[in-house]
Each structure stands twice: as C-alpha cells, then as structure tokens.
C-alpha cells in the first residue's frame, strides 16, 4: 500500500511540475508544416555556403532556413518565442550574418536557434528537416 501511494504521488507531482512549466512559456500557435525546397534554387542562394539562410513561405510566421553544412539544415518557425503572437514581423538573420533577431523585442539567438540574449528564454521553434538529393523537406 506504501508503494502504491508513493508511486500515486510521484506521478501526481510530476504532472503538476509538466503543467506549470508549459502554462508559463508562450504558445506559438500551431500550423500543419509540410514544405519542400530544392536548396540548389536560384531562388535560394544563400543555402549554398555554410551558415547561410533562406526565408521560405509557411509556418505560423514564415520560415528560416539555416545550412549548418551541405547535409544539414535546420528550419525555425519566424515568430519570436517571447511574444509569438505579436503584430511584428518575424525574427530575421542580423546583417552581420552571425546570429538571429527579433527587432520588436530584441531578442537574439545562435543560428542553431538557441536563445543568447535579449527577453526570450527560450530557443526558436524547430521544424523537421529531412534532405534527399538537393530536396529539402520541412515538416512538424
């Protein structure tokens, strides 16, 4: 009975704990993601070197599309995670081309989407990217 009631307690608490935290961070709403791209594109220069960035159509605000190297790429939802529902525009590549930006709240983040300044606490929302061939397919 002991066993039972401690087991009843550790899950009551551990749901407690899931629901504050989720209650406290701003909800970006959520859009069926279903995109695909073909990197090589004219309409996409700047995916070909590294570190480079494309804004691609969808999401809830857009979509940034980062190359970490010519096999990866990550794809970040726009809308800043301090303030999503903001009439803003979304964040954007500052014109150093070293980390992203939120201008509304100055907010700022690494190009793998963690937070490294600014009012948001947390990393910028992250789509599934899968690559095949020079087709890079975005989803959630």
């Not at 599309?65 to 525009?89: I, K, M, W």
Request: glycine letters at 10%; aromatic letters at 10%.
């Amino acid at each position: 009975m002991n066993k039972l009631w401690a087991l009843c307690m550790f899950l009551l608490l551990l749901t407690t704990a899931c629901s504050d935290s989720d209650s406290v961070r701003p909800r970006i709403p959520e859009v069926y993601v279903d995109e695909q791209i073909n990197v090589n594109s004219q309409l996409y220069p700047g995916l070909r070197q590294d570190n480079g960035y494309a804004y691609v159509a969808g999401g809830y605000k857009g979509i940034l599309v980062v190359r970490q190297n010519a096999g990866q790429y990550l794809a970040f939802e726009r809308a800043c995670p301090h303030d999503p529902t903001s009439t803003c525009s979304g964040v954007e590549v500052d014109a150093s081309n070293l980390f992203i930006v939120d201008a509304c709240c100055g907010s700022q983040f690494n190009l793998q989407g963690n937070v490294t300044g600014g009012p948001s606490v947390y990393g910028l929302l992250q789509y599934r990217t899968a690559l095949s061939g020079s087709l890079l397919y975005i989803s959630n």
